[in-house]
């Protein structure tokens, strides 16, 4: 059985079209990422796979439950971590998983032996009688996952789950999603950050305001537009006649600078590595360092939803 | 939803209203808005016009009673939906595998254990220092039963207008029961209303929760204990259906 199955999913406020006729389906065990910039409708998306809102057409069944026909069937199966952490600031750890776990009605015993490893899964079992009021941000992002968990729900949604987390945090939740996975619960993750989709998906949606540009492995997204390679060199005094000299090698389509790094994009790395080696040596510039690299999923990404870079564009335009 | 609903989803339901309701006496209990508008303001209410009427403060503790089952009870929603609103916890609420009416239901519990609790301390407060006795217990516990659940369940109608803003929820609610202390006969004894007074007073509920604590305090009653008990069944009815509705039509 599917997890989940969309189809021509559509939800308008008023003239404004959030999500446009999205379909897909998630087969049960995968990590699903739903990747899109900020308004592009994942929120949205989630919020009606998890049947707050309603939707202005289509269907989505999760696990084989229709979301608007058999809403509370289909929720007591999963476990939803919200874009913002809601929990009850007045409340203790322990008292905001015990509520949670009434609310889906996992018995006494059950709901205080998953707190307690939940708890110490994601490390607050030092926390669990303080009122979460003086939580940060982090731990209250790991108490809302803690809570999502506590149903030992098949299907967890996460709406951005490491946004905006340090790297403990993150780890310990990233770690907590390949654990769940590997037990077999399937997962929807938004995120706009991309590398966390590449690092942790089996698959990918780019949607982009409202529509779904590309599903596929992170894989085969990159392979699906191989003319963007890029080769990448690391040099002191990357001056502007420097850079302006790069955009004139043949088959270089944008030079961009990253940090101490400057990438040239083409469908030709070998013969523009030539060049610019070439051009760099008649400048009396010595590479720090050189690599030729496939396309980033952040490269399909800009290429699909048609983001502008927005930075050392190309002058000649493509 | 339509088609799905059981007998089992009904005990989730149950169980779920449970839940909500015991968390929000939890957080709740301590918010110092809930005791400014559900006690102190009855309580000014009833002195001033004691002092205007220079009555003896004991026969004032029935009045008491009524007014702060109607101020306590109906305020706890309205006070915790909004923030609830802000926080997003509403959405856990929203999102869990209860229906909208386990919600409203938890929160009417809520409000009628928290008023209820406020409304027996009133009691016993008055037995110990002004010597009020109840001429029937059980029907003064019944009266206020049944006045903090119409209540609370009536908060639950205001609690369902989309705001993350109290001062919003409690404006709007105090246009309904500022007007209600004067047409339900706790100032004024109904016996001594116009028709045209008696006629606004039967569609207040309030005329009928001061009317049963008043038989539970003097043995007295207007309409007497059945009709009382009846109308404030209606009303609850009333209010936990239309808290039902809006909270659906506001969700989509
Ligand atoms: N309740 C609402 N009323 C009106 N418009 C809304 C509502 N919720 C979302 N929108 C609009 O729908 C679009 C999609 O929003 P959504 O929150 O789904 O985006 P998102 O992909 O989650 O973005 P982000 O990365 O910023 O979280 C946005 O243009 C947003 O303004
Ligand atoms: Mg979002």
């Known amino acids: 059985m599917s997890a989940i199955v969309v189809t021509g999913l559509t939800k308008k406020f008023g003239t404004l079209t959030a999500v446009n006729n999205v379909s897909f389906t998630v087969p049960e065990g995968e990590i699903f990422g739903y990747l899109g910039p900020n308004g592009a409708g994942k929120t949205t998306t989630i919020r009606i796979l998890t049947g707050i809102t309603a939707p202005t057409a289509g269907t989505a069944a999760i696990l084989g439950h229709d979301i608007v026909e058999e809403t509370l069937t289909a929720r007591s199966h999963m476990g939803i971590v919200p874009e913002t952490s809601n929990i009850y600031d007045d409340l203790t750890a322990w008292q905001n998983l015990m509520f949670t776990a009434e609310l889906y009605r996992v018995g006494k015993a059950e709901r205080e032996k ?79 950050n991309i590398e966390e989709a590449n690092t942790l998906c089996h698959r990918v949606a780019i949607i982009n305001r409202g529509t779904i540009a590309a599903i596929d492995a992170p894989e085969r997204l990159k392979q699906a537009i191989q003319s963007v390679q890029s080769v990448e060199l690391a040099f002191d005094h990357m001056g502007t006649e420097v850079l302006e000299m790069l955009h004139r090698i043949p088959n270089v389509n944008e030079v961009r600078k990253e940090g101490d790094r400057v990438r040239l994009y083409t469908p030709d790395p070998g013969s523009v590595l030539e060049a610019a080696m070439a051009s760099l040596k008649v400048q009396g510039i010595r590479p720090l360092s050189v690599n030729t690299l496939g396309p980033s999923l952040e490269d399909v990404f800009v290429k699909l939803t048609g983001l502008d870079r927005g930075h050392n564009r190309d002058p000649k335009g493509k | 939803m339509t088609m799905e609903y059981s007998l089992y989803h009904f005990r989730n339901d149950l169980h779920g209203a449970w839940a909500i309701a015991k968390k929000d006496l939890v957080i709740y209990y301590l918010k110092p808005a809930i005791y400014m508008s559900g006690l102190l303001f009855p309580l000014f209410m009833l002195l001033a016009f004691a002092v205007g009427k220079s009555a003896p403060i004991a026969t004032l503790i029935p009045g008491l009673i009524a007014i702060t089952s109607l101020f306590s009870a109906s305020s706890i929603e309205p006070v915790a939906i909004p923030i609830e609103r802000r926080t997003k916890t509403f959405d856990r609420l929203l999102s869990a595998p209860i229906s909208l009416f386990a919600l409203v239901l938890g929160e009417s519990v809520s409000g009628l254990l928290f008023s209820g609790s406020i409304c027996l301390a009133l009691f016993i407060g008055g037995a110990v220092l002004l010597r009020t006795a109840a001429f029937s217990l059980p029907v003064l516990l019944l009266a206020i039963a049944l006045s903090c659940f119409t209540f609370a369940a ?99």
């Open chain 1, 114 to 192: 998953r707190a307690q490893e939940l708890l110490e899964t994601f490390q607050l079992l030092d926390r669990k009688d303080d009122k979460v009021h003086g939580f940060s941000k982090g731990m209250k992002r790991r108490l809302t996952l803690a809570m999502g968990l506590v149903n030992d729900p098949r299907l967890l949604f996460l709406d951005e789950p490491t946004s905006g987390l340090d790297v403990q945090s993150n780890l310990i939740i990233k770690d907590v999603i390949r654990d769940l996975n590997d037990r077999g619960v399937t997962v929807f993750l938004t995120t706009h």
């Open chain 2, 154 to 252: 009536m908060g639950a109608v205001f609690s369902a207008y989309p705001t993350e803003n109290v001062g919003e929820v409690m404006s709007l609610l105090n246009l309904v029961r500022l007007p209600l202390i004067f047409i339900s006969g706790v100032f004024v004894p109904l016996e001594t209303m116009p028709p045209w007074g008696m006629a606004v007073a039967r569609i207040s509920p309030l005329t009928y929760g001061n009317d049963l604590v008043r038989y539970g305090f003097e043995g007295t009653t207007h309409f007497g204990i059945a009709v009382d008990v009846v109308l404030l069944l209606v009303f609850t009815a009333i209010f936990l259906a239309l808290g039902n509705f809006l909270y659906r039509k506001f969700n989509e």
